[in-house]
């Protein structure tokens, strides 16, 4: 549509003075360490995985190893829009331009439920990694660590990008020492994860029973599963910081996708294959499985490790949410006293302050909400993203976009349009409570864009991309074909 993408000073829009411009300082190795630490694979091991393991049994690797292929098609959606449309909003930027701001409007609501609700459960598992060397309230541990990262996220993004490097090394060990455990305490056949069990339910205590997992269960599953995988896509949250975003974003959206994968599936295996019973792996308790199968130094050193890298994974989030909230006020989302705080640049670290706040502090409250309901929300709104995202990528190869310089997707259209039916199909099988907390949410938010937005349609919700990352000048990316 031709009024979704107008530069700041369209003779539609009255003229503004528009806000400092993000710094470019980071390359693909800084970006692919922010963007590793944001999909944080070790911390959703941890963390997130346990949990699939419950409802999964010995599902949950062949359930994560679906989501990766799904999230390839997802990766190639990114890589190409996130180079068509370099801008810190991310998806909305890319949706709203392809197809329309009301479009972009509900996928920025979307993404924002997603950056708001992911760091707290992450950090909610702070506390039962720390208890080797301290006893912490889940929630309270959480919303330090909350307060931590918001701290953290209003330095330098180039300092952020080596602190976090090293905690992602941490964390990697940490995830490397368990599967080399797990697999070397194996118990149980590898047909199990081919043909996959659980416990059965009304069992008794400590009863080996076990029932075949449905295919409409795995299903079902693949929403929180996406979820464990999802972060690869920070890559365009920084587009705008990057050098050589056209080359540099589809690299690192790619390269994330690909270690993060392994780093979370090959440990998955080792914990299903190395759990002694139904019922531990069940219970999901990894710190009580690694002390078995070592002893309680490794155990020790592992919790630390993951506690670091819930850290860790906080830091990036913020970082990369606050840059969510800086392009929306830039591009003019909100009452005018709202844009200007949240596109206020910090003067000596260039970081957009008032934004980070604004993630940070209410994430830190979200510490003490229901686990449960926040992780299953967050994986609708994450399917219903990718559903757009990829609605958007149909729509990216049409007028003056066909010939912009971008990095271009194999199997164009086949790829976009079966990710739209897999996630439609997702999104059907999940809970109606789930399903009805999300869908509420975007429907206050079109509330707001029928009563406010629409009505300042020249002047609010104007979707720009800085002109020098339009530009042709850039150095051309080959197309990729196959």
């Keep these: 549509m031709t009024d979704t993408l107008r530069p700041p000073h369209s003779p539609i829009a009255p003229p503004v003075t528009p806000p400092k411009a993000l710094t470019r300082s980071i390359g693909v190795v800084g970006g692919t360490l922010l963007t590793l630490s944001c999909l944080t694979p070790a911390s959703s091991l941890f963390v997130i995985v346990p949990g699939l393991f419950g409802d999964l049994g010995t599902g949950t690797a062949l359930t994560i190893v679906i989501a990766a292929v799904l999230c390839i098609a997802v990766a190639f959606c990114y890589s190409e829009l996130g180079t068509l449309i370099p801008s810190a909003g991310g998806e909305y930027a890319m949706v709203g331009t392809l197809i329309g701001r009301l479009a972009g409007w509900i996928v920025f609501i979307l993404s924002l439920i997603v950056v708001m609700i992911v760091p707290p459960i992450i950090a909610l598992g702070t506390g039962e990694y720390l208890e080797p060397i301290m006893h912490m309230n889940a929630q309270w541990a959480g919303a330090g660590v909350m307060l931590l990262a918001t701290v953290m996220g209003l330095l330098d993004l180039r300092a952020n990008a080596w602190i976090t490097g090293v905690f992602l090394v941490l964390e ?14 194996s118990s149980r056949s590898a047909s199990t994860l081919i043909h996959p069990v659980v ?72 914990i299903t294959l190395g759990a002694p ?43 990369q949410n606050s840059r969510v909230l800086y392009a929306s006020a830039r591009d003019r989302a909100w009452p005018r ?13 260039g970081s957009p302050w008032v934004a980070t706040l604004a993630v940070g502090v209410p994430g830190a409250a979200l510490c003490f909400a229901p686990l449960d309901t926040l992780t299953n929300v967050t994986g609708v709104a994450v399917a219903g993203m990718y559903l757009l995202v990829a609605i958007g990528a ?89």
């Design 394 to 482: 149909l729509a990216s190869r049409r007028g003056s976009h066909k010939s912009r310089p971008a990095w271009r997707m194999p199997l164009w259209p086949v790829v976009p349009a079966v990710l739209i039916l897999v996630m439609a199909y997702v999104l059907y099988v999940q809970e109606i409570k789930d399903l009805a907390i999300t869908g509420g949410i975007v429907a206050v938010a079109c509330l707001y864009w029928l009563c406010y937005l629409r009505p300042r349609q020249d002047t609010r919700w104007v979707i720009t991309v800085p002109e020098e990352q339009l530009g042709l000048e850039d150095e051309p990316v080959p197309a990729t074909t196959g």
């Design 172 to 185: 990697v060990i940490a995830a490397g020492v368990v599967a080399v455990l797990g697999f070397s305490h």
């Design 199 to 270: 416990e059965a339910t009304g069992g008794a205590p400590g009863s080996p029973a076990t029932a075949a997992l449905t295919g409409g269960a795995i299903v079902a599953g693949l929403a929180v599963a996406l979820f464990v995988l999802q972060g690869f896509s920070t890559a365009v949250y920084l587009s705008e910081e990057m050098e050589n975003p056209r080359r540099n974003v589809s690299r690192t959206v790619l390269w994330t996708l690909g270690i993060g994968a392994v780093v979370v599936i090959v440990p998955t295996i080792a």
């Design 277 to 319: 019973d139904m019922q531990t792996l069940t219970e999901g308790n990894l710190s009580a499985m690694v002390k078995a199968w070592s002893n309680s130094a490794v155990g020790t050193f592992v919790s630390l490790c993951i506690a670091l890298a819930i850290i860790n994974a906080g830091i990036v989030m913020v970082i």
């Design 337 to 349: 006293p709202v844009n200007k705080a949240f596109s206020t640049l910090n003067s000596r670290f």
